[in-house]
């Protein structure tokens, strides 16, 4: 059971706008910036947002990301159905001296 | 472009070991951070271990602490993981992941390898 916890599922219809959220604690979301990343199905995981806000080149406006406290979320506006993939926020944990990931929220496109 | 191919993967009897490599390019691999991340069959991402640039710091997962042994060869663009002592719950696909910022032990995967299996079972 992972110290950052993300909904297992979640689902929008195309065009729609979603909103993924990731709980931790003080010593990891609390203490030190988060990222997310997108794995679609049978691919490896993909950097989609880091330093909780930040896109990397190529990944579109319509991924946002933003951190509040020791919660931090995903928004997702425009809907399409590529969206279709696993999400997982990430970040450094200093209790634990290790990279903590949430157990990731399966996004269905209706 | 930054590539990472993963290798050594494969079937393996509890309580044996294997080791897994990380062959990189497309970058200085000698400069930055280096990590492993495994995923088991249906399951979310773990990390398991990382190496700093220069070797001087390494940290691992409770869950590997003691059985699994990560190092590099900067001249060879290469991570590698001994696994020792492996379990059933050791089952998983495993990525060697890159760290984005030169110097730094950790801030966030930019690149991932596309993973190599690793299947314990009798």
């Known amino acids: 059971q992972s110290v950052v916890t993300q909904p297992p599922s979640a689902s929008g219809a195309p065009g729609q706008r979603v909103t993924l959220s990731c709980s931790g604690s003080?010593?990891?979301?609390?203490?030190?910036?988060v990222n997310w990343y997108q794995q679609l199905p049978g691919t490896a995981p993909k950097l989609l947002i880091y330093d909780n806000d930040q896109r990397p080149s190529g990944v579109p406006d319509r991924f946002s990301g933003s951190k509040s406290g020791t919660s931090a979320s995903l928004a997702i506006s425009g809907l399409q159905s590529k969206d279709e993939a696993d999400y997982y926020c990430a970040a450094w944990d200093d209790s634990l001296n290790g990279v903590v990931f949430g157990g990731g929220t399966k996004l269905t496109v209706l | 472009e930054v590539q990472l191919v993963e290798s050594g993967g494969g079937l393996i009897q509890p309580g044996r070991s294997l080791r897994l490599s990380c062959t990189a390019s497309?970058?200085?691999?000698?400069?930055?951070?280096m990590h492993w991340v495994r995923q088991a069959p249906g399951k979310g991402l773990e990390w398991v271990s990382g190496i700093n640039w220069n070797i001087e710091s390494k940290g691992y997962a409770d869950s590997v602490k003691g059985r699994f042994t990560i190092s590099r060869d900067n001249a060879k663009n290469s991570l590698y993981l001994q696994m020792d002592s492996l379990r059933d719950e050791d089952t998983a696909l495993y990525y060697c992941?890159?760290?984005?910022?030169?110097?730094?032990?950790?801030?966030?995967?930019?690149?991932w390898g596309q993973g190599t299996l690793v299947i314990v079972s009798s």
């Open positions: 992941a890159k760290v984005s910022g030169d110097g730094y032990y950790y801030d966030y995967f930019d690149s």
């Open positions: 003080s010593s990891n979301i609390g203490g030190n910036t």
């Open positions: 497309g970058f200085r691999f000698e400069d930055y951070a």
